[in-house]
């Protein structure tokens, strides 16, 4: 099972970035997809999330409004359109997956799977 993260980088203050998330051989097949991120000394946070089937999202109320979750199913990815964005965005997003829905979606310990991050830095 392989989760690949890409699209991280710098930005400014009020830019945009589109994360992607490449699920390879995933064990089960409708998986919930979340996004979490980790700011330097702090824990991690649930970002968003979406189900593979039904396209349902659910999203952090620090984001709501600025990033967009979605998925393309021929590619096996999830995106994750991130705009105007701050400096307290800045850390490093991970992509994870987990069987079931969307109910315990903002737990991370209820995640199987884990890539391995990319950095999303906002100056300010």
């Known amino acids: 099972v392989q989760l690949v993260e890409s699209g991280g980088g710098f930005v400014q203050a009020g830019g945009s970035l589109r994360l992607l998330c490449a699920a390879f051989?995933?064990?089960?097949?409708?998986?919930?997809i979340g996004w979490f991120r980790q700011a330097p000394g702090k824990d991690r946070e649930f970002v968003a999330a979406i189900t593979w089937t039904s396209l349902s999202t659910r999203y952090a109320d620090s984001v709501k409004g600025r990033f967009t979750i979605s998925r393309d199913y021929v590619k096996n990815t999830v995106y994750q359109q991130m705009n105007s964005l701050k400096p307290e965005d800045t850390a490093v997003y991970y992509c994870?997956?987990?069987?079931?829905?969307?109910?315990?979606?903002?737990?991370?310990?209820?995640?199987?799977?884990w890539g391995q991050g990319t950095q999303v830095t906002v100056s300010s």
């Open positions: 994870a997956a987990r069987y079931g829905g969307l109910d315990s979606a903002d737990v991370s310990n209820k995640y199987q799977n």
């Open positions: 051989r995933l064990p089960f097949s409708t998986p919930t």
